[in-house]
């Protein structure tokens, strides 16, 4: 059974920066299609940013676009969220996830958090 495992969550003031990273273990990215989802108590899982993994197609939540990045490193078998200029409201639990373009099969990592707070 494949594995994600993120890292890199933590405690930032508002203005600074992250970089969340999330391993996968037992498959391999580069078929997948991989994201980074966040989610607040009580408050549903929202997209934060994504790559296709096909032509550089990414895509951004509105909330975090000109902020976030997303990247992915198919040799590593990690993808990235660089965090730039966040904001209190950026603060969530930021999950990893893949779906393979082909078999439709998804992987959800267990979540890091990420807190902004001066």
Request: hydrophobic fraction near 30%; aromatic fraction near 10%; glycine fraction near 12%.
């Amino acid at each position: 059974q494949g594995q994600l495992v993120e890292s890199g969550g933590g405690l930032v003031q508002p203005g600074g920066s992250l970089r969340l990273s999330c391993v996968a273990s037992r498959f391999i990215i580069s078929p997948n299609a991989m994201s980074w989802y966040r989610q607040t108590p009580g408050k549903e899982r929202e997209l934060v940013a994504s790559d296709s993994g096909v032509g550089g197609g990414t895509n951004y939540a509105d909330s975090v676009k000109g902020r976030f990045t997303i990247s992915r490193d198919n040799a590593r078998n990690t993808v990235y969220l660089q965090m730039n200029s966040l904001k209190p409201e950026d603060a969530a639990v930021y999950y990893c996830h893949a779906r393979n373009r082909y078999t439709k099969y998804e992987y959800w990592g267990r979540g890091t958090q990420v807190t902004v707070s001066s």
